[in-house]
Nanobody
Framework: QVALVESGGGSVQSGGSLRLSCAAS????????MGWFRQAPEKGREGVATIRNDGFINYADSVKGRFTNSQDNAKNTLYLQMNSLKPEDTAVYYC???????????????????WGQGTQVTVSS
């Protein structure tokens, strides 16, 4: 079993920054891919960033140049540094892990089999 716990969400003004953390426990070393997703009210879940177990990182176009995805393997923790935040970044942010298929590491929620409970990020204008 894998457990993922997000933290670091909050409310900021436009242009501000937040850093989200995702603490992983269990057999997380077996994850082929870790990812961040977000879901705004009345919208579908959107992929934000992924990091493959070989270190390759991918970002959604909407966050490129503003968000940075990283991980600390010693701490089993995934981070999402979010800078230059915009009101449209407002959403619940989720951490996810793919431990089933080594060929899948994309911005699609169906590729991930473990999920955290989410943390709210609110950006005001």
């Amino acid at each position: 079993q894998v457990a993922l716990v997000e933290s670091g969400g909050g409310s900021v003004q436009s242009g501000g920054s937040l850093r989200l953390s995702c603490a992983a426990s269990g057999y997380i070393y077996s994850a082929y891919c870790m990812g961040w997703f977000r879901q705004a009210p009345e919208k579908g879940r959107e992929g934000v960033a992924t990091i493959r177990n070989d270190g390759f990182i991918n970002y959604a176009d909407s966050v490129k140049g503003r968000f940075t995805n990283s991980q600390d393997n010693a701490k089993n923790t995934l981070y999402l540094q979010m800078n230059s935040l915009k009101p449209e970044d407002t959403a619940v942010y989720y951490c996810a892990a793919n431990t089933q298929n080594k060929y899948l590491c994309g911005l699609y929620s169906s590729m991930f089999n473990y999920w955290g409970q989410g943390t709210q990020v609110t950006v005001s204008s």
